[in-house]
Antibody, heavy 120, light 112 residues
Framework: EVQLVESGGGLIQPGGSLTLSCAASGFTVSLNYMSWVRQAPGKGLEWVSVVYSGGTTDYADSVKGRFTISRDNSKNTLYLQMNSLRAEDTAVYYC??????????????WGQGTLVTVSS | QSVLTQPPSVSGAPGQRVSISCTGSSSNIGVGYDVHWYQQLPGTAPKLLIFGNNNRPSGVPDRFSGSKSGTSASLAITGLQAEDEADYYCQSYDSSLSGSNVFGTGTKVTVL
């Protein structure tokens, strides 16, 4: 059974750093596209970042230069290192598995989400 | 603001048919990228509903269907049920965006 379990969220001051983890089971993280998607309180979904199966990464403009996505193949775990956090980064962060469909990819499994609150 | 626009809300009585539009442009849906749909029940993570414009994952009722034409896509729900009350999001690619992935603005479906 495929499962994704996020952890690491919490309250952090503006300018601070936080690392989110997403432990996967039932499949191999390194063989899949893995993404982070966030949702600010009462708002819609926003794609944040992806690590492709080949290891290359990509980011939304809103987080580029501040967030780093990575994976630990030995632990089958996905990470999101978040630096220089801003109030507008406050959101529930979901990790999701991406499946390729033609020239796009979609998310077939999602974690339960972890809440990050950036506030003084 | 997303490049994929959805109506903020739609509503219908039980048993009725409702449709949700996802309007894009020539840099996303119009160039041929597939559209995918997600259902988000209150307080839960999104769930894949439709992939590749009109394909249902195993377990999704055939009351849900998707279509795409030109620069827009649609999600239809027939035989509306109380448990369909949720937020719905489309997702596609946009060649003008960093990372390319984009979600629609989201639509709240209310069952009257």
């Amino acid at each position: 059974e495929v499962q994704l379990v996020e952890s690491g969220g919490g309250l952090i001051q503006p300018g601070g750093s936080l690392t989110l983890s997403c432990a996967a089971s039932g499949f191999t993280v390194s063989l899949n596209y893995m993404s982070w998607v966030r949702q600010a309180p009462g708002k819609g979904l926003e794609w944040v970042s992806v690590v492709y199966s080949g290891g290359t990464t990509d980011y939304a403009d809103s987080v580029k230069g501040r967030f780093t996505i990575s994976r630990d193949n030995s632990k089958n775990t996905l990470y999101l290192q978040m630096n220089s956090l801003r109030a507008e980064d406050t959101a529930v962060y979901y990790c999701a598995r991406g499946l390729v469909e033609m020239a796009t990819y979609y998310f077939d499994y999602w974690g339960q989400g972890t809440l990050v609150t950036v506030s003084s | 603001q997303s490049v994929l626009t959805q109506p903020p809300s739609v509503s219908g009585a039980p048993g009725q048919r409702v449709s949700i539009s996802c309007t894009g442009s020539s840099s996303n849906i119009g160039v041929g990228y597939d559209v995918h749909w997600y259902q988000q029940l209150p307080g839960t993570a999104p769930k894949l509903l439709i992939f590749g414009n009109n394909n249902r994952p195993s377990g999704v009722p055939d009351r849900f269907s998707g279509s795409k034409s030109g620069t827009s896509a649609s999600l239809a729900i027939t035989g509306l049920q109380a448990e369909d009350e949720a937020d719905y999001y489309c997702q596609s690619y946009d060649s003008s965006l960093s990372g390319s992935n984009v979600f629609g603005t989201g639509t709240k479906v209310t069952v009257l």
